[in-house]
């Protein structure tokens, strides 16, 4: 790339101020042109986003346990609601590489908690044992910081000859990873309201079929007891005398 600097488009000495500074701005587009290889997908230094979320159904009297594997210096934030089920509750648990239980919470329909992390596999378990008939609709989203840095100084070897830029190669790169970072917050809070949402929504409709099984309870109660009222009315004003022949 610094053949690409040094040969450039060449000048012409006839050419007027609007046309040199137009040739002045293709120079400086061609000596941008790696700056394309690290924001290209699949470019190395530019990771793929490290959040991820998961919707699943735990039966009754069943537990399911999931791995997350971590480095030093990071952060492992974990959030999780129940949508769906009696109770809207659930046993959650989270164990370190060392076995040591960092997080135990009995009987929750949500939480939120964030740890610092060291080099291994974090374990994270939901608890529906405590149940005998009720499946539960749990929600999780993992959001890992600082999990992947150690490989984004690797793009420093692929670009050569960016001197001359006015502009740092390392503003871009921040700036890029600031735009990333929102769009990964906006996709979280997106994502959160949707649970939110489905919650809602199974709670409405829960509440819905209750409204109407005690409508129809109280319907046939008042059937059966406007039944007996007019059986009792009825009695009350029947002759039981007997008549003599």
């Known amino acids: 790339m610094v053949g690409l600097a040094s040969s450039g488009i060449p000048r012409s000495p006839g050419l007027g101020g609007a046309e040199g500074m137009g040739i002045e701005l ?6 941008s042109l790696p700056l394309l290889f690290v924001l290209l997908p699949g470019a190395p230094g530019f990771t793929s986003p490290l959040d991820s979320d998961f919707t699943f159904t735990l039966p009754a009297g069943r537990k399911e346990c999931f791995f997350q594997p971590m480095h030093n210096e990071a952060s492992l934030e974990i959030e999780y609601q129940v949508l769906d089920g009696a109770g809207l509750d659930v046993d959650f648990y989270l164990i370190s590489p060392k076995g040591e239980t960092l997080v135990f919470e009995q009987r ?17 378990c939901f608890d529906n044992t ?13 959001i890992l910081d600082n999990a992947g840095e150690e490989d984004q100084e690797d793009w420093k070897k692929y ?6 830029l006015d502009m740092k190669l390392e503003d871009i790169l921040e700036s890029v990873n600031s735009v990333k970072s929102r769009l990964s917050k906006s996709i979280q809070i997106q994502t959160l309201l949707k649970a939110f949402e489905a919650r809602d929504r199974n709670i409405q409709e829960s509440n819905y079929d209750r409204v109407n099984f005690w409508s129809m309870v109280n319907l046939a109660i008042m059937v059966i007891v406007s039944a007996v009222q007019v059986y009792m009315l009825k009695s009350l004003f029947e002759d039981k ?5």
């Open 130 to 142: 405590f149940s005998t008939i009720s499946e539960k609709v749990i929600f999780f989203e993992l």
């Open 26 to 31: 293709w120079r400086r587009l061609l000596l």
């Open 159 to 164: 670009i050569t000859g960016t001197d001359l």
């Open 241 to 245: 005398r007997k008549t003599r022949t």
């Open 108 to 124: 929750k329909s949500d939480g939120v908690h964030t740890v610092e992390t060291t080099d291994g596999d974090y374990m994270f």
